[in-house]
């Protein structure tokens, strides 16, 4: 990405984040879990266990397919990774109002997956 789409800096510990215009990270190479707390917390969030569960399962399908599950991928990823009880959009949608993909996907650190509104 070129430094004129940057939107922002998000200040996590001793390092400044670059961030685009939608809040994803400019370089997936400075994410850590302090900078998805830092995300988080802007968002008036805190992540719990089974934040981190998700979490988790997006940053192993991005590591697996290169790229950020949309939501119906999402949810089978879950349910494979952590069982049918968590695998399902009722869950993911009280852990990550408004669209699991998305704000899971830049709270991983991870590239807006496509279509995402």
């Known amino acids: ?3 004129s789409e940057i939107y922002r800096y998000l200040p996590v510990l001793d390092q400044e984040v670059a961030l685009d215009p939608e809040g994803f990270l400019v370089d997936m190479a400075d994410w850590s879990p302090a900078v998805a707390e830092a995300l988080a917390a802007e968002e008036g969030r805190i992540l719990t266990a089974e934040h981190w569960e998700v979490i988790q399962v997006l940053r192993d399908f991005y590591e ?6 949309a ?4 949810v089978k990823a879950v349910g494979l990774a952590l069982g049918a ?8 949608m009280r852990l990550f109002p408004d669209s ?4 899971g996907a830049r709270l991983a650190g991870l590239p807006k997956p496509a279509n995402c509104l």
């Open 100 to 103: 699991p993909a998305k704000v």
């Open 85 to 92: 009880e968590k695998g399902k959009s009722l869950h993911l």
């Open 64 to 69: 697996r397919y290169e790229v950020a599950p």
């Open 71 to 74: 939501m119906r991928p999402l």
């Open 1 to 3: 990405m070129a430094s």
